[in-house]
Nanobody, 114 residues
């Protein structure tokens, strides 16, 4: 069973940037697609983007051009670079390994506020 640990969240002003990390252990990291989801207070969890095992990415329309997902298979780590952050990006960000059974991290809080 893989363990996923997110880090890098925090509070930032609108227009600012954050870089989230997702460290994986206990699994063959490079084999599987990985993704990021987020959940705002009182709302359902929302897909943000995905990166395949070979690095192909897809994004939610509202984050295209602002967010970039990458992965370093040698470090068993996935990243989410978030630029030009907006208040509507506020939420808990979760990483997920999309193996046959999906595994989730516990999340990291991102707050965008002036």
């Amino acid at each position: 069973q893989v363990q996923l640990v997110e880090s890098g969240g925090g509070m930032v002003q609108p227009g600012g940037s954050l870089r989230l990390s997702c460290a994986a252990s206990g699994s063959i990291f490079a084999m599987y697609p990985m993704g990021w989801y987020r959940q705002a207070p009182g709302q359902e969890r929302e897909w943000v983007g995905t990166i395949t095992s070979v690095g192909t990415t897809n994004y939610l329309d509202s984050v295209k051009g602002r967010f970039t997902i990458s992965r370093d298979n040698a470090k068993n780590t996935m990243y989410l670079q978030m630029n030009n952050l907006k208040p509507e990006d506020t939420g808990v960000y979760f990483c997920v390994q999309m193996a046959r059974d999906w595994s989730w991290g516990r999340g990291t809080q991102v707050t965008v506020s002036s």
